[in-house]
């Protein structure tokens, strides 16, 4: 089973504290990203990157989404991802593995998915709410719009090939200029909870949030088709990162979302495989999710491929000083980094004597600054009132220094 | 135009379908689509035919945005298909727009790439 840590890159200033090639000068030393990893037997990262940030504005053709990437700050964005993922590229882990570059898009440009209103004014008020809401699903999910080219532009700019600019420019439809390449691409991100269609959460209507997602799923893969046939390197796709929080429901979607595929006799050009997030087995000490998540795939054919999942996130809250999704019934969870320590690492243990699983991935190196949401190796690199995690501002967690000496 | 109950492109529906489609009388879609499953679903098969199926890339060298449009065109007819079931299964059987398909319901696209009708 594979070692996966998961990092936020994208749309975010360098050497913030989940850059992976943040480097740190403090003294006492504090761990840089990359060095953890490389000193860790980590066998994949998981970068991010959000289409609403990167595009702003709408496109026309996939000519017109490359230009409009490969130019102004959007290009400037660009290759600070590609320098991110070139570098994880070059890294070996502790076993001397060569290290996975997995990256993931989630969010959409409210003029996509048609929440913004008149009056809206993205660039000098994105707060603004008239801005839209970026987890509505577009509305065009067809190959011939804008989503499809987002997504096809990000896996021809990291084939690996080099490229001064990008896709669509210097004659050649691939490339970056770091010649950065990803070995996977996570098409969405927990839709179950996170994403919304017509206004309605994949909460409240997991049978029709299944549908859109499999009406994604299968645009990205002819996508992937029509390039792969054309000579060019495809990585392995990976959808739906389904949300194990309970009343998100992700039995029920996944289901809808296998049976839509199954219905219309969908085999994967590309190599596809199901990616899932287990926080709340993890909390729970349990596997029970997973093991549903396993039924469900157990029930219809995955692609024509076989049931192996990817777990793309998972994590134990360190600071469960905030609400966070209790079951009926369950008393609190405890708090603080030796439980983070406890319950991740029985996870990781009792996932790893489960079949077809292939990863496990922990929630961030370092914790966002001021975000309530404490998963990470290591503690704030920020003060950050109310948290209960304790240690030393930036110092390593327990659940860290465990890691760092696992061996998949 | 596109109507959400379609989710479709760029298809246009013929007869009076189209026309209510075209006015964006969802209600009244549902009802003419529901009840006519089967002339509905016969013009959708007759299209699908006529397509060849699901688009091969290597029939569209170089031309990656025609190969875009041919698979959108056959995404459309598969999910009008589906549409069309939803709209047969309120009407015949009482069941909700949004409710998932009863489980024994048979694929939408077979093997073949040809639409299956759901009345056998």
Not at chain 1, 52 to 69: E, K
Not at chain 1, 70 to 75: E, I, L, M, T, V
Request: charged share 20%; glycine share 10%.
């Amino acid at each position: 089973m594979a070692g996966a840590v998961h990092v936020d890159p994208a749309n975010l200033p360098n050497n913030h504290t989940n850059d992976y090639l943040k480097s740190d000068s403090s003294n006492p030393p504090r761990y840089p990203n990359r060095d953890f990893v490389k000193a860790s037997n980590t066998q994949y990262v998981r970068v991010w990157t959000d289409w609403s940030g990167m595009q702003p504005f709408p496109s026309s053709s996939f000519q017109q989404t490359c230009d409009w990437l490969n130019s102004g700050d959007r290009a400037t964005r660009m290759q600070a991802l590609d320098r991110q993922i070139a570098a994880i590229n070059s890294d070996r882990n502790a076993s001397g593995a060569n290290i996975g570059a997995m990256l993931v898009t989630s969010g959409f440009p409210s003029w996509a998915n048609g929440t913004r209103q008149a009056g809206c004014d993205i660039i000098n008020n994105p707060g603004d709410p008239r801005c839209g809401n970026t987890a509505e699903v577009p509305t065009d999910r067809s190959t011939s719009g804008p989503w499809a080219w987002w997504i096809t532009y990000l896996f021809l700019r990291y084939t690996g090939l080099h490229n001064p600019l990008g896709p669509g420019s210097n004659g050649s439809w691939q490339g970056n200029p770091s010649s950065a390449r990803i070995d996977s691409f996570e098409i969405c991100n927990e839709p179950n909870q996170t994403y919304r269609f017509n206004g309605q959460s994949g909460e409240g209507d997991p049978a029709g949030m299944g549908c859109v997602i499999a009406d994604m799923i299968m645009t990205a893969d002819a996508m992937a088709n029509f390039w792969k046939s054309g000579g060019y390197r495809v990585p392995t796709f990976l959808a739906p990162g389904t949300s194990d929080v309970s009343q998100f429901r992700p039995v029920t979607f996944a289901d809808n979302v296998l049976y839509r595929l199954n219905q219309s006799n969908w085999r994967g050009a590309a190599p596809w495989f199901w990616t899932h997030h287990n926080y709340q087995d993890i909390k729970n000490g349990q596997t029970t999710r997973l093991t549903d998540a396993r039924g469900v795939l157990a029930r219809y054919p995955w692609s024509g491929q076989n049931r192996v999942i990817w777990l793309t996130e998972g994590g134990y809250d360190a600071n469960q000083s905030l609400p966070d999704d209790p079951l009926p019934g369950q008393p609190s969870a405890p708090n603080g980094e030796p439980e983070q320590n406890i319950l991740c690492l029985g996870n990781f243990n009792a996932v790893r004597n489960l079949s077809n699983i292939y990863m496990w991935t922990n929630h961030m190196l370092n914790e966002e600054p001021h975000h309530p949401f404490e998963t990470a190796f290591f503690n704030d690199w920020i003060p950050q009132p109310g948290t209960k995690a304790g240690g030393t501002q930036g110092s390593q967690r327990q659940w860290g220094a465990t890691w760092r000496g696992l061996v998949p | 135009m596109t109507t959400p109950f379609l989710g479709t492109r760029t298809l246009r529906l013929p007869g009076r379908a189209g026309q209510l489609q075209a006015a964006g009388a969802t209600a009244s879609l549902v009802r003419e689509l529901g009840d006519n499953y089967g002339r509905y679903h016969e013009h959708l098969v007759a299209e699908l035919a006529r397509l060849g199926g699901r688009p091969d890339p290597a029939d569209y060298p170089g031309d990656f945005e025609g190969y875009c449009e041919a698979y959108s065109a056959v995404r459309d007819l598969v999910l009008a298909e589906i549409a069309l079931r939803r709209a047969r299964g309120f009407r015949k059987h009482g069941r909700r727009l949004a409710d998932p398909p009863p489980p024994d319901e048979p694929v939408v696209v077979d093997r073949n790439d040809k639409l299956v009708s759901v009345e056998g």
